[in-house]
């Protein structure tokens, strides 16, 4: 097994300062540059603090640099336990990579459940990646790549060797599948709303109004979830008689995105749930999501773990109902991010123009907009009928 070393998770540590580093030694090994390579136009004398300088140019957007930190990290651990570094990657060392990933062994070395980056238990891997989050981790890794080729530290880039990188590193090809289906949103939003049962505390009462909230928020503005918690209350303006929400996105890139009516309902209700006027003033600073205080917001990972634990819990309401067992799992699979994409479909299915759709989505190309139409789909499996073992008119 492998080791980061004190020094490595410093490093790490420096690249963002509000995420506390932790991973915990597996075995102690440690695998650094001998020598700095010649030409090298950053200033790090390890693997670790090249990616981490990497990693640095993302600090702007946390759920992007934790995703690209686990998958940096799972490369730097592997190379270190072959006793490799990043200067020898080649195309023969990225094809053994791709087949540990399918595949992490011994599973008992790197694969656990899922636990605290301090706990003994902690391991890279919950399981071997699909194909969908291996082609995830090699287009990050290409990423990582090209960087450092640019910045001296390594002479290559050996994704660029791949015979089928086109095809397995295409990242705007896949339609999006991982939304509620309208159905379910459906059912999903009446349970949301369903009354409490009598005699509950204020504290479920105010989880129960913050919970709708939220979901409504996610669910009109498709908000990716660091926008949402850092969302605040006056980056809701009006404009010429409009209102708009004003939001810093991917990028560190400014956007304004337009409230539709029940968005602004469920705001103005929330607000007076919390005891403020139903319109917020422009220079309120205050934050829209807020802790059990009412007054405080809360972190990124406590919205996380907030919205993947109520819709744990809407698959077990869904399935002691009955409801249909590609629902249930449905539900237990979904993550926060499965709420933009279930908002960005479904404003396409409701004939949002794309162009439109791109802007509010805040995507920078309209082939990635595109992967969220469906109505193509449904127009070809409806002349599909047509195809039939006998002509229909003759049954």
Same mark, same amino acid.
């Given at each position: 097994?492998?080791?980061?070393?004190?020094?490595?998770?410093?490093?790490?540590?420096?690249?963002?300062?509000?995420? +506390?580093? !932790?991973?915990?030694?597996?075995? /102690?090994?440690?695998? $650094? #540059?001998?020598?700095? *390579?010649?030409?090298? =136009?950053?200033?790090?004398?390890?693997?670790?603090?090249?990616?981490?300088?990497?990693l640095a140019?993302?600090?702007?957007?946390?759920?992007?640099?934790?995703?690209?930190?686990?998958?940096?990290?799972?490369?730097?651990?592997?190379?270190?336990?072959?006793?490799?570094?990043?200067?020898?990657?080649?195309?023969?060392?990225?094809? +053994?990579? !791709?087949?540990?990933?399918?595949? /992490?062994?011994?599973? $008992? #070395?790197?694969?656990? *459940?899922?636990?605290? =980056?301090?706990?003994?238990?902690?391991?890279?891997?919950?399981?071997?990646?699909?194909?969908?989050?291996?082609?995830?981790?090699?287009?990050?890794?290409?990423g990582?790549f090209?960087?450092?080729v640019?910045?001296?530290?390594?002479?290559?880039?050996?994704?660029r060797?791949?015979?089928?990188?086109?095809?397995?590193?295409?990242? +705007?090809?896949?339609?999006?599948?991982?939304?509620?289906?309208?159905?379910?949103?459906?059912?999903?939003?009446?349970?949301?709303?369903?009354?409490?049962?009598?005699?509950?505390?204020?504290?479920?009462?105010?989880?129960?109004?913050?919970?709708?909230?939220?979901?409504?928020?996610?669910?009109?503005?498709?908000?990716?979830?660091?926008?949402?918690?850092?969302?605040?209350?006056?980056?809701?303006?009006?404009?010429?008689?409009?209102?708009?929400?004003?939001?810093?996105?991917?990028?560190?890139?400014?956007?304004?995105?337009?409230?539709?009516?029940?968005?602004?309902?469920?705001?103005?209700?929330?607000?007076?749930?919390?005891?403020?006027?139903?319109?917020?003033?422009?220079?309120?600073?205050?934050?829209?999501?807020?802790?059990?205080d009412?007054?405080?917001?809360?972190?990124?990972?406590?919205?996380?773990?907030?919205?993947?634990?109520?819709?744990?819990?809407?698959?077990?309401?869904?399935?002691?109902?009955?409801?249909?067992?590609?629902?249930?799992?449905?539900?237990?699979?979904?993550?926060?991010?499965?709420?933009?994409?279930?908002?960005?479909?479904?404003?396409?299915?409701?004939?949002?123009?794309?162009?439109?759709?791109?802007?509010?989505?805040?995507?920078?190309?309209?082939?990635?907009?595109?992967?969220?139409?469906?109505?193509?789909?449904?127009?070809?499996?409806?002349e599909?009928?047509?195809?039939?073992?006998?002509?229909?008119?003759?049954?």
């Amino acid at each position: 097994m492998v080791h980061i070393n004190e020094s490595q998770e410093s490093v790490w540590d420096s690249v963002r300062g509000d995420v +506390q580093r !932790e991973v915990l030694p597996i075995e /102690p090994l440690v695998v $650094e #540059h001998a020598i700095t *390579p010649a030409g090298v =136009r950053i200033n790090a004398g390890t693997d670790a603090e090249a990616v981490a300088m990497w990693l640095a140019e993302y600090r702007d957007s946390l759920q992007t640099w934790k995703s690209y930190r686990r998958e940096t990290e799972r490369l730097l651990l592997w190379l270190e336990s072959k006793r490799l570094t990043l200067t020898a990657m080649d195309r023969e060392i990225l094809r +053994q990579f !791709e087949t540990f990933l399918a595949d /992490p062994q011994p599973s $008992e #070395h790197w694969v656990g *459940p899922s636990k605290p =980056r301090h706990h003994p238990q902690w391991r890279p891997f919950r399981g071997g990646l699909s194909p969908a989050s291996r082609r995830q981790s090699l287009i990050i890794l290409q990423g990582l790549f090209s960087w450092l080729v640019e910045a001296g530290w390594v002479s290559h880039n050996p994704f660029r060797l791949m015979r089928d990188k086109s095809r397995r590193l295409n990242n +705007q090809s896949q339609r999006i599948e991982r939304y509620l289906e309208r159905g379910l949103w459906e059912w999903f939003w009446q349970w949301l709303n369903r009354p409490l049962a009598p005699h509950q505390s204020s504290r479920a009462e105010y989880e129960q109004v913050r919970r709708q909230f939220i979901f409504g928020f996610a669910y009109l503005l498709a908000p990716r979830i660091s926008e949402m918690a850092d969302a605040r209350m006056g980056d809701f303006k009006m404009a010429e008689g409009r209102w708009w929400w004003s939001v810093i996105g991917k990028g560190s890139k400014i956007a304004r995105v337009p409230l539709p009516e029940d968005m602004q309902e469920s705001l103005a209700r929330w607000r007076k749930f919390l005891g403020l006027d139903a319109v917020p003033d422009h220079q309120d600073e205050s934050p829209v999501i807020r802790a059990l205080d009412g007054r405080r917001g809360i972190g990124h990972n406590q919205l996380y773990r907030l919205i993947r634990d109520t819709f744990l819990q809407a698959g077990d309401a869904l399935e002691a109902e009955g409801g249909a067992p590609a629902y249930i799992a449905a539900l237990r699979k979904a993550t926060p991010h499965w709420l933009r994409h279930t908002s960005i479909t479904h404003q396409a299915q409701a004939g949002i123009s794309l162009r439109h759709l791109a802007e509010s989505a805040r995507h920078a190309r309209l082939d990635t907009t595109s992967r969220y139409l469906h109505a193509e789909d449904e127009e070809w499996h409806r002349e599909q009928q047509r195809h039939r073992l006998t002509p229909r008119d003759s049954l």
